[in-house]
């Protein structure tokens, strides 16, 4: 069964900065579009940044400049380095494995990032 473990999620002050791991199991992980989308109580899901096999990156706007992420294709591992946190990244982060064009798309269970002072 494919899993995609996340980890790395916290609660931290504003201006800090967390990492966030994801680890996939049961994938040819190569074949995969990474990414990672976030998720507040209430709202919809969106999307924060994606990586390609090949790491070409895509960021949304409240991302760019301030997130970084990353693939370890031997380690099957997709990270998320995020700095100068703020109030409104606080969200549950939630990995995605997607293979473009098709519908074999796979999630993990989010982990909580609170920034608050």
């Known amino acids: 069964q494919v899993q995609l473990v996340e980890s790395g999620g916290g609660l931290v002050q504003p201006g800090g900065s967390l990492r966030l791991s994801c680890a996939a199991s049961?994938?040819?992980?190569?074949?995969?579009?990474m990414g990672w989308h976030r998720q507040v109580p209430g709202k919809e899901r969106e999307l924060v940044a994606t990586?390609?096999?090949?790491?070409?990156?895509t960021y949304t706007d409240s991302a760019k400049d301030r997130f970084t992420i990353s693939r370890d294709n031997d380690k099957n591992t997709v990270n998320l380095e995020m700095n100068n946190l703020k109030p409104e990244d606080t969200a549950v982060y939630y990995c995605n494995a997607l293979i473009p064009h098709t519908i074999t798309e796979y999630w993990g269970q989010g982990t909580l990032v609170t920034v608050s002072a």
């Open positions: 049961k994938i040819i992980f190569n074949n995969y579009l």
């Open positions: 990586i390609s096999r090949n790491s070409i990156t």
